[in-house]
C-alpha cells in the first residue's frame, strides 16, 4: 500500500470516527436532512402529479373548443363538419358536467360523451359486457378503477350526482368500471351518456341543448395534427362559434400552465428547502471544524497536507449527507402513498419518479460538497502556529 | 562534528495592529548532534517563536535556519510538511492527541506519510509502545489515559519515524510532579540511549535541569552563553 492509499484509509477512519463524534449533534443533522431530502422528493412529486394527466395525454387526438374560451360550447352540428375534414378518423362528443358526488370535497371529473369516445381512448380497459351494458343504458355510467377504489364503488351501485352547471340530482348506474392500460392512466374520471344530458338539458333550458363542450378528433397521421387542426379551425372561420383545434396534449398543458404560479412557488418552496437544510449543514461543518482546529494544525505539523484536511472535513460532511440524504430517499415512496391517501385521491397518478429519486440523491451530495467548502478552505488555510494556540 | 542546528542571524517579528513587535533579534547559535537542550526565558521572550522556526512551522523574516544541513528558511510549504514529515518529532504541552484514533492509531499516524506497510508499521509502533511503556494501552483512546500516558503517547508519536530533532513546547506544563518526572526520565533515555537531539522549551528549572544545555532568551536576543547542566 502506498502513501496516499494509507493514508487515504486512515482519513476514512478518522471521518468516520469525527462523524460520530458528537453524537446527537450528527443525529440531529441527519434527520434534518431526511426532512429536507423527503420534503424535497414529495414537492417534486407533486409537481409530477399535477402535469402527469397532461403527459399521458395523447399527441394522437385533437381537442377542439371554444376559440374565445373554454366555457363557451360549440353546437353539436359541427360534429359532421369536423369529420369531413381531411385526416380525421373519428370524433367524438365531450362535455363537463361539474357535479357534486355527496359534498365538494369529493370532486372528480365528469364528463358526457358520445357512445364513440372509448373508441378514441383504447388506453381506457372496459370488459366487452360492461360496454354493452353501458351502451344499453341511458343512465349508464363508467367509473374509473381509481374512482372506484376511492369511493368503493361497484358495478350496480346508483350514483347520486348534484348538478352545479346542469341543476338538479342526476342518477346513474355504475355499468361499468375501466382501468388504465397502464399506471400512468389517470382513471379517477367518471363517464356518462351525452344523449341523456341532452335530452334532459332540452327539458328544462332548451337554450343550452344540441351543445358540445369540446370534440376530441382522433386523427390517421400524429405526425399531421398541425396541419389538421388548421383545417379544423379554418371550416369554422368566421363563424359564430370559431373553433380552437390544439392536441390534447397541448390543450391538458394549457390547463395546468393556469396553475404556473402554484407550480413555480412549490418548486421554490422545494429548492429553498434544500437550501435551508445547506445553510445548517454548513454550520454543522463549521463547528466541527472550529472545534478541530487545534488537531487540524497537529497534522499539518506531523506533515499531512492541506489535501488531506480538506479529504477530512469534505468526507465527513458528504457521509452525513450521504446517510441523511439516504435515509430521505428511502422514505420517499411510503411517504409519497401515504400522502396520496391522507389527499383523498387529489393526485390520481402520485409515484415517486427515477428522476426526483435522482434529483434527491444529487441535492444530498450537492450540500455535503457546499456545506463543507469554507470550512475546509478555513481549516487547510490555517497556519499550523495559529491553530496549534487556537483553543479547541 | 558539524551541529545540526544552524542559526544565523535569525530574525522574526510580528505585527500587532500597526505595529511591528520584534520577537527575535539577530539570534546566532548551534545546537549539536544528540543535545538536549532547554530554553528558557519570560513569557514573550521569543522561545516559542524559535522552537516553531526550528521545527519548521513557522518561517523567519531574515537569517538563515539550517537543520540536519538543509536550509529550511527557502523551502515552499509542501517542501516543509515533507521535510517535517521525515525530521520533526513533536512533543506538545497539551499532548494534541486525536481523540477519536486509540493510542496505536495516534502513534501510526506519522508512518502513514512513510510508505511502510501495514505490517512494519505495526511493528514500528509496538516497539515505540513498549519504549514508552504503555503496551497493555494501545487500545485506548486519549480520555481513556491520564495526563502523563497521553504525553507517553505523544512521545512515542514524536520519535516513530526516528527524526532528526525532537522539539518538546513545554512537555511537563500540564503534568503533576510524578508525572512530570516520568516524562523528563522519558526524554533523558531518548537521548542518553537513542541519542536524539532534543530541544525543549520551558519555564519549569527543575525540567531544564534535565537537558545537557540551557539557553536564556530575553527580548528575542540570547541573554547568557550556552549554560552546562
Known sequence: MGVREAAFMHGLKLILRNALRHKLRTALTVVGLLVAVLAYGLLQTVVDAWYAGAQAASNARLVTRNAISLVFSLPVSYEARIRGVDGVTRVARSSWFGGIYQEPKNFFPQFAISDNYLDLYPEFVLPESQRQAYLRDRKGCLVG??????????????????????????????????????????????????????????????????????????????????????????????????????????????????????????????????????????????????????????????????????????????????????????????AAAMFKTLTGGVFPIFEVSPLTLGLQAACAVTVGIMAAVVPAFRASSVRIVEGLRAIG | MRPVVEIRNLTKSYRRGGEIVPVLQDLTFDIADGDFVALMGPSGSGKSTLLNLIAGIDKPDGGTLLVGGIDITVLSEAELADWRARNVGFIFQFYNLMPVLTAFENIELPLLLTGLSGSERKEHVEAALAMVGLTDRMEHYPSQLSGGQQQRVAIARAIITDPTILVADEPTGDLDRASAEDILALMDRLNTELEKTIIMVTHDPYAARRARAIRHLEKGVLTRGQEKT
Not at chain 1, 145 to 173: C, H, S
Not at chain 1, 184 to 194: A, D, E, G, S, Y
Open chain 1, 145 to 334: 378503477r381509481q374512482l372506484a377504489n376511492q369511493f368503493g364503488f361497484k358495478v350496480g351501485d346508483v350514483l347520486p350526482i348534484r348538478g352545479t352547471i346542469y341543476p338538479g340530482t342526476w342518477e346513474f348506474v355504475i355499468r361499468g368500471i375501466f382501468d388504465g392500460a397502464d399506471s400512468t392512466k389517470v382513471t379517477r374520471l367518471m363517464l356518462f351518456h351525452w344523449d341523456y344530458l341532452n335530452e334532459s338539458v332540452k327539458k328544462t333550458a332548451a337554450r343550452r341543448a344540441e351543445q358540445v363542450g369540446v370534440y376530441i378528433v382522433g386523427i390517421s397521421d400524429p405526425e399531421n395534427a398541425a396541419s389538421i387542426s388548421r383545417a379544423i379551425d379554418a371550416v369554422f372561420k368566421n363563424s359564430l362559434a370559431e373553433t380552437l383545434t390544439e392536441t390534447e396534449q397541448a390543450f391538458q398543458l394549457g390547463f395546468v400552465a393556469m396553475s404556473n404560479e402554484i407550480i413555480a412557488a412549490i418548486r421554490i418552496v422545494s429548492y429553498v428547502v434544500i437550501l435551508i437544510i445547506m445553510a445548517v449543514m454548513a454550520n454543522t461543518m463549521a463547528m466541527s471544524a472550529r472545534e478541530r482546529t487545534t488537531e487540524y494544525a497537529t497534522l499539518k505539523a506531523l506533515g499531512f497536507g492541506p489535501g488531506f484536511i480538506t479529504l477530512l472535513i469534505f468526507g465527513e460532511s458528504v457521509a452525513i449527507c450521504v446517510v441523511g440524504g439516504g435515509l430521505g430517499l428511502l422514505a420517499t415512496p411510503p
